[in-house]
């Protein structure tokens, strides 16, 4: 046998490497990190291939992954199995497993996966960049909480859209990116209320307008048996969309959430306690490293403290995402909530049971914006309040069921607005044939008559961003008088901002701190007109200062300032 001969050059390379010491092998390592960048609270994400047989490939190993930051702690995620990494494979065939992590810090980061059975890991890096960052996670405003704020400290006033294309992740993605989320985006939508996060249910509601579906059964899993039938296919569309939209920073609210139930879909209740777990901890695997993923919600109308449902699956999820996401629950009834409780990060409201503890004795209120303001308040529990079901704010469901006009959704949007609190609309129809264009299609058409709303939606976002600082304000309608009762809503910063809204024209008195104020105007809430005022002076609170708007022809909005 002739004795091996080893190139000269893989000689001299072997070489080298053993004679580098542990800090260079370091600084080699640090330099092909640089060649891996992902911009600041964007996704990263690695696929690791595993041919090991295990008989379900969702539960039988986990994939364990630990991130060092640049500034040193640690934070422990998890991974998650992918079949194919296509969409394809189930719980027998696949051998893709990804990690994905939000970094939160610029830097050279570090990670170390291992794999639960003690199958050989692995280790990486990547370097987060400035460069390209995203807003990150949405969470209560720190200085007031009444507001929501990126990463709790950058506040941001939501314009919010209920899209409500339940099957619209069947169609072709680049339509529903240039048709739907193009004009959203266009129009200034920085946040969308969905039902297609997560897919349980209502497939036939997609764009009749748009191609048609490529797959009608998006169930996301068969009941009661999560860890085994779990539709990756189903999966890689709804990431998708979640994706595109985090490129964009587009926040995205999951309406109707894990229980399938309520909408014919699989049941929350059906699963054991065993796979309630393995839910979420996939679930919150693959979604939680989406900075834009802004609200974990269990269903719509439901009580909030029932252990076995919306309670326990806001503590499972608070146990397992790291990102600290915002948690909810959709309260019918914000009277009396549960809001208070640590499992809730935000609350997330209708406007009923407010004048009345039944709902067949208050059902013709449901159009009023009065009944939007006050359930805004009620739910305040040092935590932001969005208003996800306000009936006056949903063409696609309630007008015709209440009979509200675009009038009582323009005043509805400033009762919320005016309480403290965030709020979402559509301004489409059909609760069966959903469309993007014409007159019952998303209200950007000229064919449309909600296109109107849009623009009284555009002209309020305006004011809150733009003619005050939105985030130093709260309620105050204390300050009112000589007002009719429950039409007249007052925000402030005592001392330094106010705006009130009055509907009609409507005049009242307004309690101002001591001091001069020298920024003064009348705003038309229909076309957006300002009409400005003196400088107005006040000697304190104790003598409330009169304001008559200019005329009764519209909603007018005062805006005094120092």
Request: net charge negative; charged share 25%; with cysteine.
């Amino acid at each position: 046998m002739k004795p091996a001969i080893f190139p000269l050059s893989l000689l001299f390379s072997l070489l080298m490497l053993f004679s580098l010491n542990p800090t260079q092998l370091q600084a080699k390592e640090l330099t092909k990190a640089k060649n891996t960048t992902v911009p600041l609270y964007r996704l990263f994400e690695a696929s690791i291939s595993n041919n090991k047989a295990y008989q379900n490939r969702f539960t039988d190993v986990e994939l364990l992954v630990s991130y060092q930051a640049p500034s040193g702690r640690r934070l422990e995620f998890r991974g998650f199995f992918d079949g194919d990494g296509k969409g394809g494979g189930d719980a027998q065939n696949g051998k893709i497993w990804k990690m994905r992590f939000m970094p939160d810090e610029t830097g050279i980061w570090q990670y170390q996966y291992r794999w639960s059975d003690d199958s050989p890991g692995g280790k990486g890096s990547f370097n987060c960049t400035a460069e390209g960052a995203g807003k990150g996670v949405l969470q209560a405003y720190k200085e007031n909480p009444h507001w929501f704020a990126y990463n709790g400290s950058d506040p941001v006033y939501l314009k919010s859209y209920y899209e409500t294309g339940h099957g619209s992740i069947g169609q072709d993605f680049d339509w529903i990116k240039e048709h739907v989320y193009g004009r959203l985006i266009e129009h200034g939508y920085n946040h969308l209320q969905v039902n297609w996060l997560l897919s349980l249910c209502c497939f036939g509601q997609y764009y009749k307008d748009g191609p048609e579906p490529e797959c009608s059964d998006l169930t996301l899993y068969e009941e009661g048996k999560a860890s085994s039938t779990m539709n990756l296919d189903v999966w890689k569309r709804m990431e998708q969309h979640l994706g595109f939209l985090n490129n964009k920073d587009i926040g995205v609210h999951m309406f109707l959430g894990v229980d399938g139930s309520r909408n014919d879909g699989p049941a929350w209740t059906a699963l054991s306690t065993g796979e309630k777990d393995f839910y979420v901890r996939y679930m919150v695997a693959r979604l939680a490293p989406y900075a834009n993923l802004a609200g974990w919600n269990y269903v719509w109308e439901v009580p909030g403290n029932r252990e076995e449902q919306e309670l326990g699956f806001a503590r499972l999820v608070s146990q397992y995402d790291i990102f600290n996401h915002l948690r909810t629950y959709e309260d019918e009834f914000p009277r009396e909530h549960y809001y208070h409780l640590p499992e809730y990060s935000f609350a997330a409201i209708e406007n009923h049971q407010i004048a009345a503890p039944g709902k067949n004795l208050e059902r013709h209120l449901w159009r009023d914006a009065w009944t939007h303001h006050m359930a805004c308040l009620l739910g305040y529990a040092g935590k932001p309040v969005f208003m996800s079901e306000g009936n006056a704010l949903w063409r696609r469901y309630w007008h015709e069921r209440t009979g509200a006009t675009q009038d009582d959704l323009r005043r509805s949007a400033w009762a919320c607005a005016t309480a403290g609190a965030s709020f979402t609309w559509n301004g489409h129809a059909s609760e069966y044939e959903l469309y993007a264009y014409g007159p019952e299609g998303l209200p950007f058409s000229e064919d449309n008559e909600f296109k109107l709303s849009e623009k009284y939606v555009d002209i309020l976002t305006h004011v809150m961003r733009n003619e005050v600082d939105f985030f130093r304000m709260r309620p105050h309608d204390e300050l009112l008088a000589h007002q009719q009762a429950l039409r007249v809503y007052a925000l402030a910063e005592p001392g330094q901002q106010y705006l009130v809204f009055a509907p009609d024209g409507e005049s009242f008195s307004l309690q101002l701190e001591a001091g001069n104020y020298n920024r003064c105007c009348w705003i038309d809430s229909k076309s957006g007109k300002k009409q400005a005022l003196p400088p107005t002076q006040s000697t304190g609170p104790e003598q409330a200062k009169a304001f008559t708007p200019p005329n009764k022809d519209t909603d007018w909005v005062l805006v005094v300032r120092k």
